[in-house]
């Protein structure tokens, strides 16, 4: 295991009591809450920031030009927009079951804000002459704890759907906890990869395992896993399925209002966050510059990677919005289809690859020289097996033979009704003024609308 | 456990945030009672009756958590084994293929009988 | 490993910030809370509440666990209990469409032998672990490094193999069943959509 950056920090902390305050309250106690101050400041402006972001980058990418009156640039438009939502009326519906429908909220804001706890944002640093790590704590699980917090916000958004009483929340609640349950498990089992190469689950430990190579260009397959899990697992375009407007309104959050209402909304943009500040961490070398930058000596201490972990996280919230204004939304089936069928076998069979890789090393039987081509070869048949299934697939709804559909009865039930899919509605005739004019069959034409006539 | 104070801090702030926000909400908004307002949002019809314990959901979402769970106990079993996996050595690999294609049994078992067909 | 050096970060080893009793009477307080969540789980009238107690109390016995030092389990506790179990419980109810209010159906009739019942179910599990553990002085400071994901992983994979594999079958049996469960009803492949319903 990793020597971990704290040990420089307990030596000095060992003298709080010695230190410059006349206070009893200890340094470390003073750092922890200035730490946590900071933390939960830096969530909420990045919320408001992000929100700016993503309408400002949308907007441009639609050719308009989006918020720009509130504030430089329209910085402050979602600082407006929340103290208007203060302002509006908080509805209780009359069949809400109303202590859940208050708890609700506050079961998705909290784990919110509590799973960035762990996230390194940059090595040791000295505030007020007391060195500590940019980092809220360094749990030794900490990757397991992050993935135990989010899991508790699951249930704002299911109570939040029940207790509403009504259709839509219900409906909306169900596909999205079930989205993302499954997406959850394609997250969990791409971080195994990490933890194999890295020899700890502590997000610290696994930055610093990152020091001669991000784990995204070791556990490529893992990190691709990754990023297409956290877009399903914050519900966000291409899979926000849960916010089909045409299909369930808003979703789970249909009945609710006011501050309530942006609580929900500050939670899934902190989950942005925390996903992206996660695959920096996990995949991206956390707050360790990129190449270039880490050429100079001076580029991953003091204050600096702080810089490096901001732009990473921004570039991910910047892919998110990009995905968001690109890609139309998945249907139902596929998007569930393509978590179960696709992500998890996938990754299953990826990690144990992985580990054969890792022990043929361990082993000594594996240099550089073999691991290359084997490794390609790996891949090659990885690539192959997914072609296979995907042809196979193909196949099969090519052999199924088409749905006979009944002819078309324009007066079914005795009531005018569309085509059904598959069936097309006769050529309405042309008024027999038009025909005649029109071209040379006209005789037979007259006729039929002669016939017509006599049956009107 | 001291390392969990600062989780605790964080959680406090969190939490008084969260619920002076969602008790101010209350307060500053207008009141103004109407009986539909408070009806459940059915975009602006008459809302339907709740079915007295009628309504029927698919299945697939019992059948889904289901399988979560499943996967979620192999994901537990998966990260200590990871982080011992150098001190393991062969065996500890052997032991989780084992382990991994006895569940991959089980995911097969659902996915021919179209537990995982979403239509 | 310096694990220790990870968990003990704030305060060096001499000093720490809830003293030894400190952590027992939390232990204790955490207990009771506990104790009554699951009394609330069973008394309850409204099924989702219900289901809402039974979060409160596996998490009571998440924060336990991490009292005694075994972060792994307490964390694997919030994550397998509380995320998923709780959650397919949760998924049953809303699926179900649950009542919102009470439900009268709850009421249990026999009330005495279920009370009998626990009472000695307890009484059986407080003796066994009283007197399994009467010699044993569990330091939790101590037991830290004893509970990452290293160690258990390595003892684990190499001491408790059998119970582990033994694992993969139950989760076999636990998926057949949900299958078999599922599929009653709509029979073998028809088209069938199949939900579940109260009736």
């Known amino acids: 295991m990793p020597q971990f950056p704290d040990a420089v920090s307990n030596q000095n902390m060992t003298n709080w009591f010695l230190g410059s305050f006349d206070t009893h309250i200890p340094w470390w106690f003073i750092l922890v809450v200035i730490k946590a101050v900071a933390a939960f400041a830096i969530l909420v402006v990045l919320t408001l920031f992000n929100i700016w972001y993503e309408r400002r980058v949308v907007s441009f990418m639609q050719m308009r030009i989006g918020p720009n009156r509130v504030g430089p640039q329209g910085l402050l438009q979602s600082l407006a927009d929340g103290v208007k939502l203060a302002l509006k009326e908080d509805i209780v519906p009359t069949n809400a079951d109303k202590p859940v429908f208050w708890i609700a909220p506050l079961l998705s804001a909290i784990p919110a804000f509590l799973a960035i706890a762990v996230i390194p944002w940059g090595p040791a640093v000295s505030i007020f002459g007391h060195w500590t790590t940019l980092q809220l704590v360094d749990l030794p699980v900490g990757v397991l704890y992050v993935l135990a917090i989010s899991s508790i916000g699951i249930y704002g958004i299911v109570l939040a759907g029940w207790s509403s009483g009504s259709t839509y929340p219900l409906l909306g609640a ?37 020091q001669h190579g991000w784990y995204f260009y070791m556990l490529p397959l893992s990190a691709i896993i990754y990023i297409i899990a956290m877009v399903g697992e914050t519900n966000r375009a ?20 006011s501050l309530k209402f942006a609580l929900f909304f500050l939670a899934e943009y902190i989950n942005l966050v925390t996903v992206s500040a996660l695959a920096v961490t996990m995949f991206f070398g956390g707050w360790r510059a990129p190449v270039p930058i880490s050429l100079w000596s001076g580029a991953n201490s003091g204050w600096y990677p702080m810089l490096w972990f901001m732009i990473k996280l921004l570039i991910f919230v910047f892919v998110f919005i990009w995905l968001r204004g690109t890609l139309p939304r998945l249907r139902y ?29 361990n082993a000594g039987d594996l240099d550089r020289a073999h691991a290359v081509p084997i490794g390609i070869g790996i891949a090659a048949v990885f690539l192959l097996l997914v072609v296979a299934l995907e042809v196979r697939e193909r196949n099969q709804i090519r052999r199924t033979p088409p749905p006979t559909v009944p ?39 007259n006729g039929t609308t002669a016939e017509e006539a006599s049956t009107r | 456990m001291d390392t969990y104070v600062p989780i605790l801090a964080l959680g406090l702030i969190a939490a008084a945030f969260a619920i002076f926000s969602v008790v101010i909400g209350s307060l500053t908004g207008p009141k103004r009672y109407n009986r539909a307002k408070l009806d459940s949002y059915e975009c602006g019809i008459e809302p339907t009756p709740q079915p007295v314990g009628g309504g029927r959901f698919p299945v697939k979402y019992y059948l889904t958590a289901m399988l979560f769970i499943v ?37 097969a078992y659902v996915w021919r009988r179209g537990g995982l067909d979403w239509d | ?50 289901a809402l107690w039974l979060v409160v109390c596996l998490g009571g016995i998440a924060g336990e666990y991490l009292l005694l030092g075994a972060e792994l389990v307490a964390w694997v506790q919030i994550l397998i209990y509380v995320g998923a179990i709780v959650v397919l419980l949760l998924f049953g109810l809303v699926l179900t469409r649950a009542p919102i209010g009470h439900t009268d159906e709850l009421d249990v009739k026999h009330r005495a032998p279920a009370v009998v019942v626990a009472a000695g179910a307890a009484g059986v599990l407080v003796t066994v672990v009283v007197d399994a553990y009467r010699k044993v002085w569990l330091e939790p400071r101590a037991a830290v490094p004893l509970g990452t994901g290293a160690a258990n992983g390595a003892a684990l994979f190499k001491y408790w193999v059998l119970p582990f594999e033994t694992l993969s079958v139950l989760l076999l049996a636990a998926l057949v069943g949900a299958i078999v469960i599922s599929r009653r009803g709509a029979d073998g492949d028809s088209d069938e959509p199949e939900s579940v319903g109260t009736d």
Do not use: C
Request: net charge negative; glycine share 8%.
């Open chain 1, 174 to 210: 169900l596909r999205s906890s079930a989205q993302m349950i499954s997406y959850e498990v394609a997250m969990g089992l791409s971080f195994a990869g990490v933890f194999l190469y890295a020899g700890t689950m502590s997000p610290s430990g696994i930055v610093n395992a990152q």
């Open chain 1, 238 to 257: 291409p899979f926000d399925l849960p916010e089909a407007e045409g299909e369930l309104v808003g979703g789970f959050h249909t009945e609710y209002s």
């Open chain 1, 333 to 361: 089936d596929q998007f569930m289809a393509f978590g179960w069928k696709v992500l998890i076998p996938v990754s299953v069979l990826w990690l144990l690859v992985v580990a054969l890789f890792r022990q043929l090393r």
């Open chain 1, 407 to 445: 002819d078309y009865e324009p007066l079914a039930g005795g009531f005018p009704v569309p085509p059904m899919p598959g069936q097309s509605a006769p050529a309405v005739p042309r008024r027999p003024q038009f025909a005649r004019t029109a071209a040379a069959p006209a005789p037979a034409l």
């Open chain 2, 71 to 107: 996967f979620d106990i192999e994901i537990v079993f998966l990260y200590p084994w990871a982080v011992a996996f150098d001190a393991l050595g062969w065996f500890g690999l052997a032991e989780m293929v084992l382990f991994v294609l006895t569940v991959l049994v089980a995911y």
């Open chain 3, 1 to 50: 490993m310096n694990v220790t050096t990870a968990s003990v970060q704030f305060t060096g080893s001499a000093q720490s910030y809830l003293s030894p009793t400190g952590v027992e009477v939390a232990f204790i307080l955490i207990g009771l809370v506990v104790l009554g969540s699951a009394l609330l789980v069973v008394t309850v009238r409204n099924l989702v509440h219900a």
